[in-house]
């Protein structure tokens, strides 16, 4: 019961930060927030850095650089 009670309250974390997510106007600034903290690799484990470049086409460096962008715009947000 202890770990359904858990696993429910992550589950409505992950809903709320992917509805403040949808609200930031770049859709790159989205999709590097998305598939770094919400998307599972095919291992069952968080994506890398590694991984989100080579699925949005960048550089990890670059990529790197636009997470920082993202956070900036995800805060904004966040506090309103």
Same mark, same amino acid.
């Given at each position: 019961?202890?770990?359904?009670?858990?696993?429910? =309250?992550?589950?409505?974390?992950?809903?709320? /930060? +992917?509805? %403040?997510?949808?609200?930031?106007? &770049?859709?790159?600034?989205?999709?590097? +927030?998305?598939?770094? $903290? %919400?998307? %599972?690799?095919?291992? #069952?484990?968080?994506?890398? !850095?590694?991984?989100? /470049?080579?699925?949005? #086409? $960048?550089?990890? &460096? !670059?990529?790197?650089?636009? =997470? #920082? &962008?993202?956070?900036?715009?995800? &805060?904004?947000? $966040?506090?309103?």
């Amino acid at each position: 019961k202890e770990i359904n009670s858990y696993i429910e =309250h992550l589950e409505k974390n992950k809903a709320k /930060a +992917l509805r %403040l997510i949808r609200k930031i106007e &770049d859709s790159n600034h989205r999709q590097v +927030l998305v598939l770094y $903290y %919400l998307t %599972l690799n095919t291992n #069952g484990s968080s994506m890398s !850095w590694i991984d989100v /470049a080579e699925l949005m #086409g $960048y550089s990890e &460096d !670059w990529i790197k650089h636009m =997470h #920082g &962008d993202a956070l900036k715009a995800f &805060d904004l947000i $966040y506090s309103k």
